[in-house]
């Protein structure tokens, strides 16, 4: 599961905050939460099997870090986000397929990115 470069993960793991953020399934203790639990969400799926628990897993992870103010999102709520975000880079990992439209979706979401705390930036 790890043919994809950590660049590839990170934004696997920045589009599960993401949508637990828009979802208002947790709540951040600063504008940079998504920013700064990216690269420590993506080594902690990592480790994780897609076996029976993940979501529990990934809620007792969230609950246990400091950016993270509250969690509200259920377990059912977590496993379609992994489901829907991450699994979907774990799948096309595996089968080799899409590296290349990945890096024009990692550059395009990137860009995304930075438009969204400029946006963060501005409204504080």
């Given at each position: 599961?790890?043919?994809?470069?950590?660049?590839?993960?990170?934004?696997?793991?920045?589009?599960?905050?993401?949508?637990?953020?828009?979802?208002?399934?947790?709540?951040?203790?600063?504008?940079?939460?998504?920013?700064?639990?990216?690269?420590?969400?993506?080594?902690f799926?990592?480790?994780?099997?897609?076996?029976?628990?993940?979501?529990?897993?990934?809620?007792?992870?969230?609950?246990?870090?400091?950016?993270?103010?509250?969690?509200?999102?259920?377990?059912?709520?977590?496993?379609?986000?992994?489901?829907?975000?991450?699994?979907?880079?774990?799948?096309?990992?595996?089968?080799?397929?899409?590296?290349?439209?990945?890096?024009?979706?990692?550059?395009?979401?990137?860009?995304?990115?930075?438009l969204?705390?400029?946006?963060?930036?501005?409204?504080?």
């Amino acid at each position: 599961m790890t043919a994809y470069s950590k660049d590839h993960w990170d934004l696997a793991a920045r589009r599960v905050l993401q949508r637990l953020v828009a979802e208002e399934g947790v709540e951040l203790v600063s504008s940079h939460g998504v920013s700064l639990l990216t690269t420590p969400l993506s080594a902690f799926l990592l480790q994780l099997d897609q076996a029976d628990g993940r979501a529990e897993a990934l809620a007792d992870w969230l609950i246990d870090q400091t950016e993270v103010a509250d969690l509200f999102a259920s377990n059912e709520d977590l496993d379609a986000i992994l489901a829907e975000e991450w699994d979907a880079v774990a799948e096309a990992a595996e089968a080799g397929d899409g590296e290349d439209e990945e890096d024009e979706d990692l550059d395009a979401d990137a860009s995304a990115e930075d438009l969204d705390e400029e946006e963060v930036e501005e409204d504080a």
